[in-house]
């Protein structure tokens, strides 16, 4: 039963759209209809603002961390990498924002640093600099999502939940990043100026 209160919480935590409540309710904007269409930071950030898009980061990591912690909050043994994961399938697919959510890399992120956080900030060390390297947010954070994988994999204790859970959520992030490696490849994804 608590297994189930968790798993429903976690994907209800991860449906919170903060792009699309921010942005209407301080913007009178709908960032689905501008930028990229997407619910997620990056979006934000070029729609609204450096500091709409800050808050709205934050609160999709912090969204991935508290569904994580859901377990140690009600006193169960369930696993907090298997709640986490529930939370990224609700921000990519949030039920009060039709379905239609981020890509995934923030809440990964805070999934990350409930459980991982020694790993969660080497993979934000990664993503900036690649960042700071290429322009790209959606190389960096393809590249983190990688770099992750191989960081569970040989560093530290190995530990095979950490693996197969980090493995399908960055599968989860390269898979929504789809059209951004086809304007990569195509030289039209845009770049960040800031950095």
Same mark, same amino acid.
């Given at each position: 039963?608590?297994? @189930?209160?968790?798993?429903?919480?976690?994907?209800?935590?991860?449906?919170?759209?903060?792009?699309?409540?921010? @942005?209407?309710? *301080?913007? @009178?904007?709908?960032?689905?209809?501008?930028?990229?269409?997407?619910?997620?930071?990056?979006?934000?950030?070029?729609?609204?603002?450096?500091?709409?898009?800050?808050?709205?980061?934050?609160?999709?990591?912090?969204?991935?961390?508290?569904?994580?912690?859901?377990?140690?909050?009600?006193?169960?043994?369930?696993?907090?990498?298997?709640? @986490?994961?529930?939370?990224?399938?609700?921000?990519?697919?949030?039920?009060?924002?039709?379905?239609?959510?981020?890509?995934?890399?923030?809440?990964?992120?805070?999934?990350?640093?409930?459980?991982?956080?020694?790993?969660?900030?080497?993979?934000?060390?990664?993503? *900036?600099?690649?960042?700071?390297?290429?322009?790209?947010?959606?190389?960096?954070?393809?590249?983190?999502?990688?770099?992750?994988?191989?960081?569970?994999?040989?560093?530290?204790?190995?530990?095979?939940?950490?693996?197969?859970?980090?493995?399908?959520?960055? *599968? *989860?992030?390269?898979?929504?990043?789809?059209?951004?490696?086809?304007?990569?490849?195509?030289?039209?994804?845009?770049?960040?100026?800031?950095?």
């Amino acid at each position: 039963m608590t297994a @189930g209160i968790i798993i429903v919480l976690a994907y209800l935590l991860g449906s919170i759209p903060s792009g699309l409540w921010i @942005g209407k309710a *301080f913007y @009178g904007t709908d960032i689905r209809q501008h930028g990229s269409g997407n619910l997620g930071g990056t979006n934000t950030f070029r729609t609204l603002g450096v500091k709409a898009g800050i808050i709205v980061t934050t609160a999709d990591i912090l969204k991935g961390t508290l569904a994580a912690l859901l377990p140690y909050f009600l006193g169960s043994d369930f696993n907090w990498l298997v709640a @986490g994961i529930f939370a990224v399938i609700g921000h990519m697919y949030p039920i009060f924002a039709g379905f239609r959510g981020g890509k995934a890399v923030a809440t990964s992120g805070g999934v990350l640093l409930a459980c991982a956080p020694l790993m969660f900030a080497v993979i934000v060390a990664i993503f *900036f600099l690649s960042l700071y390297i290429t322009k790209y947010v959606s190389l960096s954070s393809m590249l983190a999502a990688v770099a992750a994988v191989v960081y569970s994999l040989f560093v530290g204790e190995w530990d095979p939940l950490l693996t197969v859970v980090v493995s399908i959520l960055a *599968f *989860f992030v390269i898979y929504r990043h789809r059209a951004n490696i086809k304007r990569i490849k195509d030289k039209t994804e845009p770049k960040i100026s800031w950095l």
